[in-house]
């Protein structure tokens, strides 16, 4: 073989193990610091939302769940729910205000609604009111979001005391 040839097929080589230590790198880095998440075009209503009616992670323990009265099944608009109560899922029995934010739901600690299980993305899904209607978005997770028994691929409307299951918990918006 050639001096040429040796050195072209070791510059090759080179090439070859940096492009695998950047592909390590940015894998580290997504994992690490998440990716960026796809936000929902909010329709613009003319007046400013109303600030949050208190911090994301208040939570409120509830000591027996009650059944849920009867509760119209159209869509949850502001008028209409005022609160998450998780059903089931390491956290069963809490009951989180619910403002006029997005609420983000998943593993990571940036979540407003922090799920620790290892069936929850760090970014699982996304709460977001869409004009008066509140949407549940999935944001790519791994496991899905099912809202009423359906798989969420787009945003869709959120019915009153449908369940939303995001890992292992399931909860509901409720009055």
Same mark, same amino acid.
């Given at each position: 073989?050639? +001096?040429? %040839?040796?050195?072209?097929? +070791?510059? #090759?080589?080179?090439? !070859?193990?940096?492009?695998?230590?950047?592909?390590?790198?940015?894998?580290? @880095?997504?994992? !690490?610091?998440?990716?960026?998440?796809?936000?929902?075009?909010?329709?613009?209503t003319g007046a400013a939302p109303a600030p949050a009616s208190g911090p994301a992670d208040a939570t409120v323990? =509830?000591?027996?769940?009650?059944?849920?009265?009867?509760?119209?099944?159209?869509?949850?608009?502001?008028?209409?729910?005022?609160?998450? =109560?998780? %059903? *089931?899922?390491?956290?069963?029995?809490?009951?989180?205000?619910? #403002? &006029?934010?997005?609420?983000?739901? #998943? @593993?990571? *600690?940036?979540?407003?609604? =922090?799920?620790?299980?290892?069936? &929850?993305?760090?970014?699982?899904? @996304?709460?977001?009111?869409?004009?008066?209607?509140?949407?549940?978005?999935?944001?790519?997770?791994?496991?899905?979001?099912?809202?009423?028994?359906?798989?969420?691929?787009?945003? =869709?409307?959120?019915?009153?005391?449908?369940?939303?299951?995001? #890992?292992? &918990? &399931?909860?509901? !918006?409720?009055?």
């Amino acid at each position: 073989m050639s +001096q040429l %040839t040796l050195l072209l097929l +070791q510059i #090759g080589f080179l090439v !070859l193990m940096w492009f695998f230590v950047f592909g390590v790198v940015y894998s580290l @880095r997504a994992d !690490l610091f998440g990716v960026k998440v796809r936000n929902i075009p909010v329709p613009a209503t003319g007046a400013a939302p109303a600030p949050a009616s208190g911090p994301a992670d208040a939570t409120v323990p =509830v000591q027996a769940l009650r059944p849920p009265a009867a509760e119209p099944a159209g869509p949850a608009t502001t008028a209409t729910v005022s609160r998450i =109560v998780i %059903t *089931s899922g390491p956290k069963a029995g809490l009951e989180l205000p619910l #403002g &006029t934010e997005p609420l983000t739901i #998943g @593993r990571s *600690s940036e979540s407003g609604l =922090v799920i620790r299980d290892d069936y &929850t993305s760090s970014h699982h899904a @996304r709460l977001v009111l869409w004009g008066e209607v509140w949407m549940i978005q999935d944001l790519d997770s791994t496991n899905g979001t099912w809202h009423d028994d359906q798989r969420v691929s787009a945003p =869709v409307p959120i019915t009153i005391g449908a369940p939303i299951k995001v #890992g292992a &918990t &399931t909860f509901e !918006l409720r009055k």
